[in-house]
């Protein structure tokens, strides 16, 4: 995947290029499953964690409640050890960004977020078994709303908040798994089980 739309990312990957030469630098793909039931959509790429694995959350923090889940709800099975190279493989699920270049102190500008819209938009377009979005954060509940032209007044980020959206699919948000957001206990691990909870249920009921 070859993008120049952000000049401010692509100068930051060229300056990671020369700091970390041995990392990723580069848009980071999405993880999973070809034909995902569930797809779950992050922030952006982590400076030392999916920018230098080249695989989404994967030696970020926020990987270990993410990965540790997936692998106790059965959306995954093997061994992740922080590498793209471990066993770790995902069943009917896919991991992507709404921004997929790294950025500045994590922080996407609402033109970046634009920029990559489309790239999500084609990620969901070609998962024709799709049923359940799962937003990490509110950055990612926009950045799916924008890829299907709803507006976030109508659909409003909260935790664990489910919304039966116009084309048939499920958006589902959960607080970011950040380590700011754990180590605060704005997202408990038990909290972001009841997500994975409330999926479970709807799968079933479906």
Aim: net charge positive; glycine share 6%.
């Amino acid at each position: 995947m070859i993008c120049t739309k952000c000049e401010r990312l692509c100068r930051f990957i060229e300056e990671n290029k020369k700091k970390y030469p041995s990392f990723f630098n580069a848009p980071v793909p999405p993880f999973g499953d070809n034909d995902p039931t569930l797809m779950i959509v992050g922030l952006a790429p982590g400076l030392k964690g999916a920018n230098q694995t080249g695989r989404p959350f994967t030696k970020d923090f926020a990987g270990h409640l993410l990965y540790g889940t997936l692998l106790q709800y059965g959306w995954a099975d093997g061994v992740y050890e922080e590498s793209a190279n471990d066993s770790l493989r995902l069943i009917k699920s896919r991991i992507t960004n709404a921004v997929k270049c790294v950025p500045p102190q994590n922080k996407v500008t609402t033109q970046e977020i634009k920029n990559c819209n489309g790239y999500l938009r084609q990620e969901i377009a070609d998962s024709p078994n799709l049923k359940i979005i799962l937003s990490l954060g509110a950055v990612s509940h926009e950045a799916v709303l924008k890829a299907f032209g709803l507006k976030k007044s109508v659909y409003p980020f909260k935790h664990n908040r489910v919304y039966k959206l116009p084309n048939g699919l499920t958006l589902i948000d959960s607080y970011h798994c950040s380590k700011y957001n754990t180590s605060t206990k704005k997202l408990t691990p038990e909290m972001f089980r009841q997500v994975f909870d409330t999926i479970k249920t709807l799968l079933s009921d479906a």
